[in-house]
């Protein structure tokens, strides 16, 4: 198995808990979920038309969502957690780590063009997010679309120099690539900023 797939199937494991057994929320429950928050579901239906968004400041109603939707990724709720992200986003469009969130659960449940939009979206709010660019550019390098998934790397190290994974991706192009000199230079600083990088 090549270096790329090593590295990211670890991630793709890591995330395969109980996803499968999980059922989405229906839109009864998310609104139950609201309600139980103190977000009633007419203040909820309101909150798009009577929001004011400050920049990227999100609404009350969209925060709230946001906030539920964290709780249950920390029960392992990955599809009922999108739902939160979901309906955080609708309240307030540009609600940038909403829109990461949902994309990094997209991700979790395996729903890999899901993501990339959310991914895409994010990157078009806050364009220099180090984060995102690198989670793009890893789904890009899954599919074998190496040379795009290595413009998002680049692009981290542009703006963040010191960014341990963007250093292990571009180590993983490449090997991938059988270039093992460029290899070793990006692995070895990989691990000198963060010496468990090949192990997350």
Excluded: C
Aim: net charge positive; no cysteine; charged share 30%.
């Amino acid at each position: 198995m090549s270096l790329i797939k090593n590295l990211f199937k670890k991630r793709e494991n890591n995330d395969k808990k109980t996803i499968e057994n999980e059922k989405p929320m229906s839109a009864t429950e998310v609104s139950r979920e609201l309600e139980l928050m103190g977000v009633t579901i007419n203040a909820y239906n309101g909150g798009v038309k009577n929001m004011k968004m400050g920049g990227n400041a999100p609404s009350k109603q969209a925060l709230e969502a946001y906030n539920l939707g964290t709780q249950l990724v920390s029960k392992e709720k990955y599809a009922q957690a999108i739902e939160m992200f979901k309906k955080a986003v609708e309240l307030s469009p540009n609600f940038t780590d909403a829109h990461y969130n949902l994309a990094k659960n997209y991700e979790r449940i395996r729903s890999f063009e899901q993501a990339k939009r959310e991914y895409e979206i994010v990157l078009g709010l806050r364009e220099f997010d180090a984060d995102a660019l690198n989670n793009l550019g890893v789904l890009y390098a899954m599919e074998g679309r190496l040379e795009k998934a290595k413009e998002l790397f680049d692009k981290v190290l542009k703006y963040s120099p010191d960014d341990a994974l963007a250093h292990r991706n571009l180590a993983a192009y490449f090997k991938e690539k059988g270039n093992m000199e460029m290899m070793n230079k990006y692995a070895h600083r990989a691990q000198e900023l963060d010496k468990d990088i090949f192990n997350k």
